[in-house]
């Protein structure tokens, strides 16, 4: 659990010095989402994932396509444990080809593992 909540951290200050953190908060708070048992906390939850990432000017708005975001639009009135699935993945599929290798050849990455508080990256990053 240390490896996972150090390498988190250190991806998270990557992410902010990126002014991408939205993506991991994202890809975090669908993981949780995903978890709801209650009828009225799925909807609860979908509603605020909604207003904080995927809304048109949302606070932590997410890219993602047009036609991915008109179906969670559509979608979030009877909200279902998969309706953010499709932008889940293009945003684990953004982190892993585009933001996560720059990561491991930031000054970040190279402090944590200095640090030995890591050992391999595959351990601590649950989307790699």
């Known amino acids: ?56 000017d949302a ?18 009135a009877e909200p279902t444990l998969k309706c953010f699935d499709e932008a889940q993945k293009l945003i684990y599929s953004l982190m892993a080809k585009d933001s996560f290798p720059r990561f491991l050849k930031s000054e970040i990455y190279k402090k944590l593992v200095n640090s030995k508080q890591v050992g391999n990256h595959k351990k601590w990053l649950p989307f790699l």
Not at 3 to 25: H, Q
Not at 67 to 73: E, P, V
């Open 1 to 56: 659990l240390l490896y996972f909540i150090a390498g988190l951290d250190a991806f998270r200050t990557f992410l902010k010095s990126e002014f991408s953190e939205e993506n991991v908060e994202f890809w975090l708070a669908c993981e949780d989402f995903k978890k709801t048992e209650s009828a009225e906390k799925i909807a609860s939850k979908a509603k605020m994932i909604y207003s904080e990432f995927i809304e048109a």
């Open 59 to 76: 606070p932590k708005e997410i890219n993602i396509d047009f036609s991915t975001r008109d179906l969670i639009s559509k979608n979030i």
